[in-house]
């Protein structure tokens, strides 16, 4: 196996080497903390302690800084592949800039969502562990951020074959891990439970309604509604009650109202478009239409019969039987002989040139001049 290690560092720093500045900027922090907890404790100095995160302390630097802090080689490990895969494929379509501020308003209200409700648990059981004993810290937030993201981007790829998942199930799926691997007592805080719950949270409520592309805000689509996130079963309950939630959050004007918007200029008949579709996702559906298209058509032109050779045997004859027709009409070229015979007619154009004359009737001259010989015609008597 040690082999192998030589290699996959290799890959690992080629593919970090492609990333942008960000990306390689919050790596670089994440690798420099975690050697610099040997020497300090990271996590409560960095890490958001909800005792602390309130007045009278208010250490609100924590709430930037936790994202990054780690203690173990699997949570470095873990942070820097969820910052990496968010550059690879998240990056080209929102650019750095939207990439920065995506890791900070998920890991900020993460961070803050999460010291509100272990503050909360202290008010219903006034327990002080939960208030000075937790430390949230680590990649669990930004992951679930992230995930939420690559549903929305690209939720109908697949990630497993056997059984099959495709990555708009992967939130649900990472969520409910983490819950059962807290419930089993692997997981020694709930800490990133909450963590992750509240980092897809907000990434969800960012993407939806907050972020800025080209054609608005948010993405008011189905496929993203929270609902989605909800097994089939579950939808319609979950369905109503966001929609409860989003008609009281948009009266008190913290949310928009849901508009949709019929773009009557568009190049087809009538296109209705949401404020909020992202024009890489529009133009990668658009591709993919434009390809099931062109396979439907070629089916279409490979199941058309195809004209047999007897039919274009059958025009060339026609075309030699035109091209070969006489130059004199038929009553010209043949006609009853007095004997009964037939009369042989022939064309010359050298007995004119012979004679000399030009033949002319009443004034008139014929464009064309032509002798008629009839060789087969009586003698007189």
């Not at 920065?100 to 010291?115: C, R």
Request: glycine fraction near 8%.
């Amino acid at each position: 196996m040690n082999r192998y290690l030589p290699v996959a560092r290799q890959h690992f720093l080629a593919a970090l080497a492609s990333t942008s500045v960000v990306v390689k900027s919050i790596s670089a922090v994440v690798v420099l903390l975690y050697l610099l907890s040997w020497a300090v404790d990271t996590p409560y100095a960095l890490g958001v302690t909800p005792g602390y995160l309130f007045p009278p302390n208010f250490w609100v630097w924590t709430l930037v800084t936790h994202g990054v802090v780690e203690q173990h080689v699997w949570g470095v490990a873990a942070n820097v592949g969820t910052v990496m895969a968010c550059g690879r494929l998240l990056e080209p379509l929102w650019g750095a800039l939207e990439l920065l501020i995506f890791f900070a308003v998920v890991n900020v209200s993460a961070g803050l969502l999460a010291g509100l409700s272990y503050l909360l648990t202290y008010v219903a059981t006034f327990d002080l562990d939960f208030l000075f004993a937790v430390r949230v810290h680590g990649a669990a937030a930004f992951l679930g951020g992230v995930l939420v993201a690559l549903k929305q981007t690209m939720g109908d790829t697949t990630v497993l074959r056997v059984p099959q998942v495709r990555l708009k199930a992967a939130p649900a799926l990472v969520l409910l891990l983490l819950a059962l691997l807290r419930l089993s007592g692997l997981l020694e805080s709930s800490a990133p439970l909450a963590a992750y719950s509240y980092g897809a949270l907000s990434g969800w409520v960012y993407l939806r309604f907050y972020q800025r592309h080209s054609r608005g805000r948010g993405d008011m689509s189905d496929h993203f509604a929270f609902a989605s996130f909800f097994p089939e079963a579950l939808q319609p309950a979950v369905g109503l009650l966001a929609g409860l939630v989003h008609a009281a959050l948009v009266k008190i004007k913290v949310c928009r109202k849901m508009v949709k918007r019929y773009d009557v200029g568009a190049p087809s008949s009538i296109t209705i478009s949401l404020p909020g579709t992202d024009p890489q996702d529009a133009e990668r559906r658009r591709q993919l239409a434009l390809k099931a298209l062109n396979e439907r058509l070629k089916r279409v032109e490979d199941q058309s019969a195809w004209p047999s050779m007897d039919d274009e045997e059958d025009d060339d004859d026609d075309e030699v039987r035109t091209d070969t027709q006489p130059l004199l009409p038929a009553s010209a070229s043949s006609a009853p002989r007095p004997g009964g015979g037939a009369v042989g007619a022939s064309v010359s154009s050298s007995s004119l040139s012979q004679s000399g004359a030009a033949p002319s009737t009443g004034g008139a001259t014929h464009p064309e001049v032509r002798i008629i010989s009839f060789e087969d015609a009586p003698s007189r008597s």
